[in-house]
C-alpha cells in the first residue's frame, strides 16, 4: 500500500517569508509526527497529533513553527517568517496507535533551503 | 532528559566484516529502542525494535540486545554487503511519550 507521503520533496524560499510543508499519512493511521532533521541538531521531534486529543507541541523551536491536522489525516507545518537556521528536512510520520502499537512509518522528506 | 548517545562515524568496511555500532541511553522508567535505517535518497526505516531488558532485535542478519544494566542497545552483524551502506539511528520511546528521540546517526560505507 501507499506509504507516507509528503510535499514538495525540496523548498527553496527566501529569508522571511513563509513556507508550508504538506504530509499524506499512511490511510488508517491515528498517530502522525513531525520532525526536523539538520546538521548541527541531529533528528529533532517537533510535534505529535493522535487522533482528536490536543497536539503535543512540545518541540516546536518557536512560535513561527505551528502544524494543523485536518480531518485526522492530512498535516500542514507552517513555518512564518523563515530563517536560515530553518533550513533542514522535515520528516513526517505516521504510526497505528492500536493494541499498543507505535511503529513509525516515515516519509521521504521535504528538505528547505532558506537563502 | 532523554538522550542517546550513538557512535561517531563515519564507519568504512569491507564486504563481509564485522559491524558493531554502539548505542548508549539515558532514559527515565522503561523506554522501547529502536534502530532506524536511511538508505540513500531514501526515508528512515525502522530496522529492528526492542521493547523490554534482554529482548533482542533482529531484521535482515542486525541483531541488537537490550541491556539494562549497561543502558546500550549495541547494533552488530556478522558480515556485511555493500547493500548494507546507510546512515543508522538509534532511538528510544519514553515508556509514557510517543516521541522517538534520536541519537546522531551512523554513516556506514561498505566497499566491495
Known amino acids: 500500500g501507499a506509504g507516507v507521503s509528503q510535499s514538495p520533496s525540496n523548498k527553496v524560499t527566501e529569508k522571511g517569508k513563509d513556507v508550508e510543508l504538506r504530509c499524506d499519512p499512511i490511510?488508517?493511521?491515528?498517530?502522525l509526527y513531525w520532525y526536523r532533521q539538520s546538521l548541527g541538531q541531529g533528528l529533532e521531534f517537533l510535534i505529535y497529533?493522535?487522533?482528536?486529543?490536543?497536539?503535543?507541541k512540545s518541540g516546536l523551536p518557536s512560535d513561527r513553527f505551528s502544524a494543523e491536522r485536518t480531518g485526522g489525516s492530512v498535516s500542514t507545518l507552517t513555518i512564518q517568517r523563515t530563517q536560515q537556521e530553518d533550513s533542514a528536512v522535515y520528516l513526517c510520520?505516521?504510526?497505528?496507535?492500536?493494541?499498543?502499537?507505535?511503529?513509525?512509518?516515515f516519509g521521504p522528506g521535504t528538505r528547505l533551503t532558506v537563502t | 532528559g532523554d538522550s542517546v548517545t550513538q557512535m561517531e562515524g563515519p564507519v568504512t568496511l569491507s564486504e563481509e566484516a564485522f559491524l558493531t555500532i554502539n548505542c548508549t541511553y539515558t532514559?527515565?522508567?522503561?523506554?522501547?529502542l529502536f534502530w532506524y535505517v536511511q538508505y540513500p535518497g531514501e526515508g528512515l526505516q525502522l530496522l529492528l525494535k526492542?521493547?523490554?531488558?534482554?529482548d533482542k532485535g533482529s531484521n535482515k542478519g542486525f541483531e541488537a540486545t537490550y541491556r539494562k544494566e549497561t543502558t546500550s542497545f549495541h547494533l552488530e552483524k556478522g558480515s556485511v554487503q555493500v547493500s548494507d551502506s546507510a546512515v543508522y539511528f538509534c532511538?528510544?520511546?519514553?515508556?509514557?511519550?510517543?516521541?522517538?528521540?534520536f541519537g546522531s546517526g551512523t554513516q556506514l560505507t561498505v566497499l566491495p
Open positions: 510520520a505516521s504510526s497505528l496507535v492500536r493494541d499498543g502499537g507505535y511503529e513509525q512509518y
Open positions: 490511510s488508517g493511521h491515528t498517530a
Open positions: 497529533f493522535q487522533g482528536n486529543s490536543a497536539p503535543d
Open positions: 532514559a527515565t522508567g522503561y523506554p522501547s
Open positions: 526492542a521493547t523490554k531488558a534482554d
Open positions: 532511538a528510544l520511546r519514553p515508556g509514557s511519550a510517543r516521541q522517538l528521540t
